[in-house]
């Protein structure tokens, strides 16, 4: 963490907050005319173009004290969230327009009444962050009231004397209000010294919006030493192989606001402080092309989407960064509309920062074991096909944990055959007591052994013990051991090993051991598999996965040992759509004290 004085140097010979920090090899208008007149750029801003016409005939919908507290009253948070969402489309939509088409008056008027509109809202704050008095709720900052006090100040520095004093005005007063004097003066906040997003989504708003807008260098060098510190404390929640343990969404959006705080403060320094110039960084700039296993589909542990696009305009500038980042294809291009949350510094710098001239082609055959988060990652491809197999230990304590030691996913030709969940709707009990309950977070939906009827329990010391991992050519390995995931008093051990087989030309076949110890016999033990894809019990031994591509996985199984059977459950995913999946379930016949049992997953 630099002092205040260390950056108060660093601020004295300070770059101007002005265009250049956007546009260094141009100006405003040069960018956009030519980015209106590339095909590069034209599938993007036709979505832009298509939100805007439909964003024109409807009005700016109102945020009401009944939205506002129906997360209180019932726990659901979608009603407000969506609304609040949709006015940041409004502002962002009209924003990009008024820059790319400024003889369209229209544009610019309709961005003058949403900024009115979002200086207006009681709080910038969505309701699941911020309860209590109304004085307790003014002085909190959020992710997203962070995030919204970035959005108007840059929009505010690009527009510039297009907007009318009065708006610009209030700009600043309600960042002032809102961000600097509550973050010198009210804090520390509890998001301060955080090893997730959170650290780095509001210290790095608010540390780029000081950037942008303040012009007291004293002020501003008090706000940018704060952020630094929560940029140190997000960084320690990454190990030193730079993975995400929150997931590749929330590296998107962690990562994502470290970066654009980074790129400014580097700009306006000169380059004194550079926030890229560390080996764990440059770790962590690569995290994105070790998660991806077919196309869009990524290995989705923790609160993680099971398909992600990518936000090119990141990736570009990681790349022109860091030599060994890949470039992901643009056929990954994530589409303006697609994020759901509205993020103007994601949807802004897809545009500035997408370099036409880099490319990117489908992601190669790769396979990666990250030692700190215990994550083996496949991408394999053959003459059969292309496949994907991600296996996890680690613990059940992480980041937007779910209670999955020892789960795993394999993919093939762009289907996902072994799941995982991904992340439910977010409700207050989703992340409070009843979290678990919840079958994408407990181990109820994961592919992970039930013994002696007991679940996987939560907590740090729910961990796995790495006992061999190995990432090569012809095979990739993975063996741990998992039983204090488990709080059954007579199992002593359970180990479960990994051999991912890759043949040259065939499809590879996953073969997994378990291996269980007992202080006395068990009551039982069942292994379970997660699809989302209806199983169907084959001839005896085998239960059949059948793809919708043509393509199934068969699970071979001792059926002296195990007996089948499939479960039909549903939950509510992300997006609050009711999901059907499916466990499949392979009960011990018998209880020993001792029993190994041995499973192969091939595909047909």
């Not at 009318?164 to 973050?183: C, T, V």
């Not at 051991?513 to 894809?533: A, C, K, N, W």
């Not at 039909?568 to 609050?576: G, M, P, V």
Request: hydrophobic share 40%.
């Amino acid at each position: 963490m630099a002092s205040k004085e260390a950056v108060l140097s660093a601020l004295e010979k300070a770059a101007p907050a002005d265009l250049r920090l956007y546009y260094p090899d141009g100006g405003q208008e040069e960018f956009w005319k030519r980015a209106k007149a590339s095909p590069d750029y034209e599938e993007a801003l036709r979505e832009i173009r298509g939100e805007g016409e439909r964003l024109l005939g409807s009005p700016t919908p109102d945020l009401t004290y009944n939205l506002f507290v129906i997360y209180v009253e019932r726990g659901s948070r979608k009603e407000y969230e969506s609304v609040y969402f949709e006015r940041r489309r409004r502002l962002n939509t009209f924003a990009i327009l008024s820059l790319l088409e400024p003889e369209r008056e229209e544009w610019l008027g309709a961005l003058r009444d949403t900024i009115w509109a979002l200086c207006d809202e009681y709080t910038w704050c969505l309701p699941a962050h911020a309860w209590g008095t109304s004085s307790e709720i003014r002085r909190t900052i959020d992710l997203f009231s962070a995030e919204t006090g970035f959005t108007l100040s840059e929009i505010d520095l690009l527009l510039g004397d297009r907007l009318p004093p009065l708006l610009r005005e209030r700009i600043a007063e309600e960042a002032e209000a809102r961000l600097f004097r509550p973050y010198l003066e009210a804090g520390p906040h509890h998001w301060e010294a955080v090893r997730t997003n959170w650290s780095a989504v509001c210290a790095g708003s608010i540390g780029a919006a000081a950037l942008i807008a303040l012009r007291d260098p004293d002020r501003l060098a008090a706000i940018v030493s704060k952020a630094l510190g929560s940029m140190d404390c997000f960084l320690d929640g990454y190990g030193d192989d730079g993975g995400c343990l929150e997931g590749l969404g929330y590296w998107n959006y962690g990562f994502g606001y470290y970066v654009y705080f980074a790129d400014l403060l580097r700009k306006r320094t000169n380059g004194a402080i550079d926030l890229f110039a560390s080996d764990k960084v440059r770790r962590i700039a690569a995290f994105q092309q070790k998660s991806y296993l077919d196309g869009d589909l990524v290995a989705n542990f923790s609160d993680s989407r099971p398909r992600i696009k990518a936000q090119l305009g990141l990736s570009h500038y990681l790349g022109s960064v860091y030599e060994e980042v890949e470039l992901p294809p643009a056929e990954l291009r994530a589409p303006y509309a697609e994020d759901h949350c509205s993020r103007w510094a994601h949807a802004f710098r897809n545009l500035i920062w997408f370099d036409p001239a880099k490319g990117g082609s489908e992601w190669a055959a790769a396979d990666d074991y990250l030692p700190d988060a215990q994550w083996l990652v496949s991408r394999h491809r053959s003459g059969a096909g292309r496949f994907g197999f991600a296996a996890k230990g680690g613990h059940n304590a992480e980041p937007h944990n779910h209670n999955d030691v020892g789960h795993f996913i394999v993919t093939a030709d762009g289907e996902t055959f072994l799941a995982d969940l991904g992340s439910g709707e977010y409700t207050k009990d989703y992340f409070g007591d009843g979290r678990y309950a919840y079958d994408c977070n407990g181990a109820q939906g994961h592919s992970v052994p039930i013994v002696d009827g007991a679940l996987q329990a939560e907590g740090a010391e729910s961990a796995a013990v790495v006992l061999e991992a190995y990432a090569g050519p012809e095979e990739d390995r993975l063996r741990i051991e998992m039983g204090s995931a488990y709080r059954v008093p007579n199992l002593k051990s359970l180990v479960r090993g990994f051999v991912w087989r890759k043949p040259e030309q065939g499809a590879p076949a996953l073969e997994l051991t378990d291996e269980f110890r007992f202080d006395g016999q068990p009551g039982s033990v069942e292994e379970r598999f997660v699809s989302l894809l209806p199983p169907v019990l084959g001839e005896e031994g085998s239960v059949l996965v059948p793809g919708r591509n043509g393509r199934t996985l068969r699970i071979r199984y001792d059926a002296d040992a195990l007996a089948a059977s499939v479960e039909e459950r549903s939950f509510r995913d992300h997006s609050a759509r009711e999901t059907k999946w499916y466990a499949i379930r392979l009960a011990a016949t018998r209880a020993n004290n001792e029993a190994i049992f041995r499973l192969r997953f091939e595909f047909e």
